[in-house]
């Protein structure tokens, strides 16, 4: 009963600050992969982890981030003035009250197809996090109701950041998948994708989600991974990686135009981070880095790329000066200029308007 009441008293003054305060969410529900992890894969049997130093080496320590510091989704909420950081949904601690400004489901190798990321063992993919959310949501109406729940989600913001894994690894797993490759075209591979992101979306929407920000896939080609594990590309970025995610966004670009048209009363934005973080590549001396292309935190491999950041990788001296945190995932710095752009980027960064308008909405 007394916990009831908290709810209830937390819920109407989260209401009522929606009601009259602009550029303010009350609550932010982050879905993805470890772009955006916040430590749910501390709690699972699982390869794919970051609760070690030197990651979070700008945070204080490690936390389970998959970086030297804030994740995109860190970043934004700071920015918008959100009270902390979006708690890890598996996090002991995020239970009660907490929930009501917000979780992280987001997971280390996850992805859209529920067979993404085996090799890591555990892992929590799309559907699962949306299982999680379900029990979440279903936390708050046991404590204030429905009427208030609903008020609560449609005013809230809602991001996915998911899809890289299911090329990295999935389809482009090395020697695992070689016989998926020749069995799969690229377009099948591409098109199951999207029927899948299609019924977990429109599950998402269904459950009380309006402002949703759908991320497409970066230029996973320029990772130190693929540029190590495809050399014969020397300076440049392997092709073919890139080339799927392309062709992936082309297709997630006209899905979220059709779930934007079909489902009532829904605000569906298309973040372009392949175009941002390609941008940030090309140009990035002019952003204040020294590198575009090499990880911070390395082992071997011409660009860093080879071996996963552990304890006994080398960590550069000046974090900001790298685009690239590790093999796979941005610094803090990237994701800073990612974060910005998202909020108040144009329509190139960010379509059909940015993070910030979409809080006056």
């Not at 429905?146 to 090395?174: C, H, K, R, V």
């Not at 090499?294 to 080398?314: E, M, N, T, W």
Request: glycine letters at 10%; aromatic letters at 10%; hydrophobic letters at 40%.
């Amino acid at each position: 009963m007394i916990l009831r009441i908290v709810f209830q008293i937390l819920t109407l003054e989260l209401l009522l600050k929606t009601c009259f305060a602009k550029d303010v969410f009350p609550a932010n529900f982050v879905f993805g992969d470890s772009l955006v992890d916040a430590g749910n894969n501390n709690y699972i049997a699982s390869l794919s982890k970051a609760d070690f130093n030197p990651n979070g080496i700008d945070f204080g320590g490690p936390t389970g981030r998959f970086t030297n510091g804030r994740t995109i989704v860190d970043i934004i909420s700071q920015e918008l003035g959100l009270p902390g950081f979006t708690p890890p949904y598996l996090a002991p601690t995020t239970r009660g009250p907490v929930v009501l400004h917000g979780v992280n489901y987001a997971s280390g190798g996850g992805g859209i197809l529920n067979q993404t990321g085996n090799i890591f063992g555990g892992r929590i993919n799309f559907d699962a996090q949306l299982d999680n959310f379900e029990n979440t949501r279903q936390d708050i109406i046991s404590a204030m109701g429905a009427s208030a729940m609903l008020e609560l989600l449609q005013t809230s913001l809602f991001s996915i950041t998911m899809g890289s894994n299911d090329f990295i690894n999935n389809y482009f797993t090395p020697i695992v998948s070689a016989e998926e490759q020749r069995l799969v075209p690229p377009e099948m591979f591409v098109a199951s994708m999207i029927a899948r992101f299609r019924q977990q979306l429109t599950r998402l929407y269904n459950l009380g989600a309006r402002k949703i920000i759908v991320v497409n896939v970066g230029p996973i080609g320029c990772i130190p991974y693929e540029r190590d594990l495809n050399p014969t590309f020397g300076d440049n970025c392997a092709t073919r990686p890139n080339q799927l995610a392309q062709l992936f966004n082309t297709e997630l670009r006209s899905l979220i135009n059709e779930l934007t048209t079909s489902l009532k009363g829904s605000i569906f934005l298309y973040a372009d981070v392949y175009r941002i973080v390609d941008n940030i590549i090309r140009n990035y001396r002019s952003y204040g880095f020294d590198s575009g292309s090499f990880a911070c935190c390395y082992v071997a491999g011409r660009f860093g790329g080879l071996v996963p950041c552990g304890p006994s990788s080398k960590v550069c001296a000046d974090r900001s000066k790298y685009v690239f945190w590790d093999p796979y995932h941005p610094s803090d710095a990237a994701n800073v200029i990612i974060a910005k752009r998202l909020l108040d980027g144009d329509s190139g960064d960010i379509f059909p308007i940015n993070i910030r308008q979409l809080a006056n909405v």
